[in-house]
């Protein structure tokens, strides 16, 4: 199964917004409600930031958002901050009931 | 709250077995499966398959099967990744992830490192 496809890096300003995306296929990201993103930082634990497509565990600031249209979901950051600089990493099920990564996405504010 | 505590880094030379252990606690241990996932050098996420905490069943992804298994111990509610015949490329941070189609907790990581 090869790995969903996210841009290798995305900046911004803080208080901007950016976007990552993260595209897929028909048998797993167009496919699955479960798509899921992290966030990791060096270090430490990686973080659940959104589940199921645009769910936000309980803890996880507004600021971060989530969708999907076809076989591409996205991952939006409202208000950057300093804070949110990492790798960012989508994942989703597939129809084989199997499991995949994106590449990864480094975040740098700016 | 729920943690997912790993054991420490690892050294071994290639050819040899390695064991990484992840506790979890914070919850019903048998509620939820244990992911394994590796992120090699430079690299990113690769899922490596889950396990079934109540059953013990596991579910390995394509290129870790042989060499890899998972296994549990819901006496001490703690899930183990045992790799043998270890070669160089098998140099990464290994972390459990609950929740198979969620990854909603995860570990610290464990460092493994194969060297001669």
């Known amino acids: 199964q090869s790995a969903l496809t996210q841009p290798a890096s995305v900046s911004g300003s803080p208080g901007q917004s950016i976007t990552i995306s993260c595209t897929g296929t028909s048998s797993d990201v167009g496919y699955s409600k479960y798509v899921s993103w992290c966030q990791l930082h060096p270090g430490k634990a990686p973080k659940l930031i959104i589940y199921e497509v645009r769910n936000r565990p309980s803890g996880v600031s507004n600021r971060f958002s989530g969708s999907k249209s076809g076989n591409t979901a996205s991952l939006t950051i409202s208000g950057l901050q300093a804070e949110d600089e990492g790798d960012y990493y989508c994942s989703s099920s597939s129809a084989s009931g199997t499991a995949v990564f994106g590449g990864g996405t480094k975040l740098t504010v700016l | 709250q729920v943690q997912l505590v790993q054991s420490g880094s690892e050294l071994k030379k290639p050819g040899a077995s390695v064991k990484v252990s992840c506790k979890a606690s914070?919850?019903?241990?048998?509620?939820?499966?244990m992911n394994w996932v590796r992120q090699a050098p430079g690299q990113g996420l690769e899922w490596m398959g889950w396990?079934?905490?109540?059953?013990?069943?596991?579910t390995y992804a394509q290129g870790f099967t042989g060499r890899f298994v998972f296994s549990v111990d819901t006496s001490v509610t703690t899930t183990y990744l045992q790799i043998s015949s270890l070669k160089a490329e098998d140099t990464a941070i290994y972390y459990c992830?609950?929740?198979?189609?969620?990854?909603?907790?995860w570990g610290q990581g464990s460092l493994v490192t194969v060297s001669s």
């Open positions: 396990i079934n905490t109540r059953t013990g069943d596991p």
């Open positions: 992830a609950r929740e198979p189609l969620k990854f909603d907790y």
């Open positions: 914070g919850y019903t241990f048998t509620t939820n499966g």
